[in-house]
């Protein structure tokens, strides 16, 4: 059964940019979140999509957006981009809503110059 | 919202028991996780607690006391592979992260 996959691996953009970054979930999973990943801040919560729907978001500024697909994939948006943007961006998959067992693909690492 | 503490680093000798302690305040709780995670690799999930009490899966066990706030991790029988970051995690609607716990094991 694959895991979680996150494309890309690595991304270097320039300060104002846009980036879009995916996620494919665990077959049958329904759910998608994403983090983001800091030394200083640690792991903190994006949002979350469950069947298409937007279900939770974290406090992050309205430049980071989302979006979940009807095969359950889901992107990750991020327009004009800041230096503090640089982190390694996490998606988790899980069966049902974010109360269950998730499970996290390898992330994205952004880093913006 | 949640507040999770757990220590920041600790250090043991290989074979030996490392006890990772995790207090939480939180404003929900679905349950508690527990994963590691390896420099530049992605969370693995370890335990779930969501009922007071001891949850073992071989070398790991994990324990749950929701009056309290209170869990804690516990690694038996070390190996150089345990070195790594191990997370705490409290769900209600989300999962907030403590900011880890640096393992190192020596030989």
């Known amino acids: 059964k694959a895991g979680v996959t996150q494309t890309p691996r690595y991304l270097i953009k320039t300060r104002g940019q846009q980036v879009t970054l995916s996620c494919s979930p665990i077959?049958?999973?329904?759910?998608v979140s994403w983090y983001q990943q800091t030394p200083g801040q640690g792991l903190q919560f994006l949002f979350e999509?469950?069947?298409?729907?937007?279900?939770n978001k974290g406090n992050f500024p309205g430049r980071f957006s989302g979006r979940q697909f009807s095969n359950s994939r889901s992107e990750m948006n991020v327009s004009t981009l800041e230096l503090g943007d640089s982190a390694l961006y996490l998606c988790a998959s899980s069966f049902r809503e974010m109360n269950t067992e998730a499970f996290f693909g390898q992330g994205t690492r952004l880093t913006v110059v | 919202g949640q507040n999770i503490d757990q220590p920041t680093e600790m250090t043991a000798t290989e074979g030996a028991i490392v006890q990772i302690n995790c207090t939480y305040q939180?404003?929900?709780?679905?349950?508690l996780f527990w994963y590691q995670q390896h420099a530049g690799e992605a969370p693995t999930f370890l335990s779930y607690n969501v009922l007071d009490g001891l949850e073992e899966k071989g070398r790991f066990s994990s324990f749950l006391s929701r009056s309290k706030g209170y869990s804690y991790l516990l690694l038996k029988e070390l190996q150089m592979k345990d070195s790594a970051s191990y997370l705490c995690?409290?769900?209600?609607?989300?999962?907030?992260f403590g900011a880890g716990t640096t393992v190192t094991v020596r030989a």
């Open positions: 077959s049958g999973h329904r759910s």
């Open positions: 999509y469950f069947s298409e729907t937007q279900r």
């Open positions: 939180t404003s929900g709780f679905n349950g």
């Open positions: 995690a409290v769900s209600d609607y989300k999962l907030s």
